[in-house]
């Protein structure tokens, strides 16, 4: 769903569908002192609070979820001292949710970001001699070493994805060969 097309609405009839993987990029903030002001924003510009996440079902087939947006794994001490606790943790935590979370510590660079989702699932979808497909842990490692041995820049990820970077600080590392842009993604839960 793209846009104002990603409502909570469509987002509770999509999951009906039992999908593997559900993908949400967009803006979250996460408030560790009270989750009840801790969103996702939807395509429409409105808040979804993050306590209705919760509520979600049909999560026990998603494999993995993926919070490509800043800071989705960050958490804080917050009052019954769950410092790991962030937007990531409201879809794991029993059967009915998602195993595994793949979400992010920091403000990430969108171009860089679709690219490295875009080579995380081609990654996912490989195949060994023997017909094994990796598990998420390998095939975001091998995303990861890709871009530390990338000759890429900023530059080329924008020419590559059809955009133009707007407002970019200007003391970022040019260069797709830094943590900056390969290492924000942490796998939480299962690695399977």
Known sequence: MLDQ???????????????????????????????RSSYLVLGDGTSMPISDVQYLRNLSNIH?????????????????????????????GDPSKAKAVLASLWKVNDPATSLLMADFYQQLNQTDPE????????????????????????EDVGKRAGIRVVGEPQNRPQSLSHPYYWAPFVLIGNSL
């Open 5 to 35: 097309d990603f409502t909570q609405a469509n987002l509770t009839t999509a999951l009906l569908d039992k999908p593997n993987i559900l993908h949400i990029a967009t803006h979250g903030a996460f408030v560790p002192t009270d989750p």
């Open 64 to 92: 993995l979820v993926v919070l490509s947006a800043c800071e989705t794994a960050l958490g804080g001490r917050d009052r019954n001292g769950l410092e790991i606790a962030g937007i990531s943790s409201y879809f794991l």
């Open 131 to 154: 017909g094994r497909k990796p598990t998420k842990a390998q095939a975001m490692q091998a995303v990861q070493l890709e871009f530390i041995r990338s000759q890429q820049t900023l």
